[in-house]
């Protein structure tokens, strides 16, 4: 009838170890239970997920709308985002958005500057060509490594500060 709980923290995730005792018909009995809390994966925003973000926040970061280092075309890998924010932007015509690129800080500043621009500008384009989204209702905008969401020092920093996101006008 006794229990302790402890937390261990590693650069990769948390843990969470709980020990609980009791004495249950003059029987001891100990029960020890192990959690590894892992980052939300967000990778794969759902159309509630983006209603509730713009609701909220007024933007919503997409993680997987992909290219390859240094390109600005968007990979077929892509199509999944692409038609949710398809179907916002349908459900909400009447208004205007930001499309962001974002990179993370390896290279050249100014040329990750032009980059994340030449990135939402592909993307704005693929909206407009494969899912027939109003040019008028979107416009692009660029802002290289200047907005990270985490240290560019880890692999794992970098892969969320490389995004796009949708930001309400």
Not at 7 to 30: F, G, Q
Not at 70 to 81: I, L, P, R
Request: net charge negative; with cysteine; hydrophobic share 35%.
């Amino acid at each position: 009838e006794d229990y302790v709980v402890g937390k261990i923290s590693t650069p990769e995730n948390d843990i969470y170890i709980s020990v609980a005792a009791a004495v249950i018909e003059e029987k001891t009995y100990y029960t020890i239970v192990t959690v590894l809390a892992e980052p939300m994966d967000m990778d794969n925003v759902t159309l509630n997920v983006l209603n509730e973000g713009i609701a909220k926040s007024g933007r919503v970061a997409f993680y997987d709308i992909y290219f390859d280092t240094g390109k600005f075309e968007v990979k077929n890998e892509s199509t999944a985002a692409l038609k949710i924010i398809a179907d916002y932007l349908k459900n909400n015509n009447n208004k205007k958005f930001l499309i962001v690129g974002h990179t993370d800080n390896t290279g050249d500043f100014d040329a990750n500057i032009q980059l994340s621009t030449s990135r939402a500008k592909a993307v704005l384009e693929k909206l407009v060509s494969d899912y027939g989204i109003n040019a008028g209702q979107l416009k692009p905008y660029g802002v290289g490594s200047t907005c990270p969401q985490m240290s560019n020092a880890t692999k794992e920093g970098k892969a969320r500060n490389r995004r796009v996101e949708l930001v309400e006008l």
